[in-house]
Every structure is written in structure tokens, then in C-alpha cells.
């Protein structure tokens, strides 16, 4: 059973420039969240999506920022016209669906977004 | 505010120490608790603890949630040079989200 799947790994991007961060849960999770990790700082939330639905977004910075979870396919949590203060390393963590009563959630290896 | 507060942040033992690690929290509609493990990588699933006084093991490592005092502990027993880490803590509520501490850096030493 894969785990949490991230691409890519390593993403360098000029200022100004489009980052997209692509996410594939385990199978049968039906939960996706997105967390940042900024150089010396710990985790913290951006957005968590379920199919097609954007469930809390609150830790999301209100411009340049947006994800989503199609019906088919990974999540993308898309990043434009980047800046510096953006490198960052990106989790996505995904759960199964509440009905299993499990609120474990499996994170994936990262991306690490570098601008320069 | 919801938070997470790690102690301490940083520690230093040497191999086949026993060590505990702190963390209490704040949190409107507490859900569970959630220990991980992040080596310069991904984090590390560890522990889920959502009721009180019962201890979770596995191995050498082995937590414990007090509802009513709002904190839990990790302790890592006979400790080795592999178990040299960041130790996180995290918290959800009903909403789902993961709320991390700062972590706990450990160093083993040979």
C-alpha cells in the first residue's frame, strides 16, 4: 500500500514564477490537508480539501494562494507569482474517511519550494 | 487561540537514556493527540491518543494523555542514536486540522 505521494521532491522557482505542488493521498483516504514548514519554524495548516470540496482554508494566505481536490486525480495547491518568503518545504497528509472513526493522518516525504 | 506548547525544546542525552518529553495544549473541541517523528524528512507517524490514563507503546517509546491537566507525555526508554529527532506534537479538534507544537529536538549521543 503506497504512502502519501509528493512531486515533485525539489522545485526551484524565479520570483514571479508559478509553483505547483501535486499530491496523491493513500488509497482509500479520502481527506487531504496541506501544511508549510518555513526554515526554523514549525508546521503549520494552510487548507484541508476533501473530493472536490474545500473544507477549511483558513490557514491559507488570502492572495496568490489556492488548492484543490478534483474528482479524479492528485491535489494541487498552486502558488503564483512567487516570492522569496514562499521556500518553504510543503506537506500534504491525508486521512481516511470519518466513517472509519480513524484521525490518523499519514504526511508525505514534501515538496521543498526554493525561490530565488 | 488554539495552541501547542512543546518542553523542552531541546535535548541532549546520551544512548540508553530514558527521556520525557513534554507537551500541553489549548484547544477549543480537543479531538486527539498526536505524536510524530521528523528526521529531516517527512513527519513520522507515532502515537494517537484520544482518551485519558491510557498508555499507547510501541517498542522502546510509549505515551500517555491527561484530558483533565491538558497534557501528554512521550517517553523514549534506553534511548539510541537512531531515535535522534524532532518530536511533534499536534493536536486536533473537530475540525480536523493538525495545530503543531514547536517540537522537541533530541541529540543521542554515542
Known amino acids: 500500500n503506497a504512502g502519501v505521494m509528493q512531486n515533485p521532491r525539489h522545485l526551484v522557482r524565479r520570483r514571479g514564477q508559478e509553483a505547483r505542488l501535486r499530491c496523491s493521498p493513500m488509497k482509500g483516504h479520502s481527506h487531504v490537508y496541506w501544511y508549510r514548514q518555513l526554515p526554523e519554524e514549525g508546521l503549520k495548516f494552510m487548507v484541508y480539501l476533501q473530493k472536490e470540496n474545500i473544507i477549511d482554508e483558513s490557514g491559507m494566505p488570502k492572495e496568490r494562494f489556492s488548492a484543490e481536490f478534483p474528482k479524479e486525480g492528485p491535489s494541487i495547491l498552486r502558488i503564483q507569482q512567487v516570492v522569496r518568503g514562499d521556500s518553504a518545504a510543503y506537506f500534504c497528509a491525508s486521512s481516511p474517511p470519518e466513517k472509519i472513526a480513524s484521525y490518523e493522518q499519514y504526511f508525505g516525504p514534501g515538496t521543498r519550494l526554493t525561490v530565488t | 487561540e488554539d495552541k501547542v506548547v512543546q518542553s523542552p525544546l531541546s535535548l541532549v542525552v546520551h544512548e540508553g537514556d530514558t527521556v520525557t518529553l513534554n507537551c500541553s495544549y489549548e484547544?477549543?473541541?480537543?479531538?486527539?493527540l498526536l505524536w510524530y517523528k521528523q528526521e529531516k524528512k517527512a513527519p513520522t507517524f507515532l502515537f494517537m491518543l484520544?482518551?485519558?490514563?491510557i498508555e499507547k507503546k510501541s517498542g522502546r517509546l510509549s505515551s500517555i494523555l491527561d484530558k483533565k491537566e491538558l497534557f501528554s507525555i512521550l517517553n523514549i526508554t534506553a534511548t539510541q542514536t537512531g531515535d535522534s529527532a524532532v518530536y511533534l506534537c499536534a493536536v486536533t479538534n473537530r475540525g480536523g486540522k493538525l495545530i503543531f507544537g514547536q517540537g522537541t529536538e533530541l541529540s543521542v549521543k554515542p
Open positions: 484520544t482518551s485519558s490514563g
Open positions: 484547544v477549543t473541541n480537543f479531538r486527539s
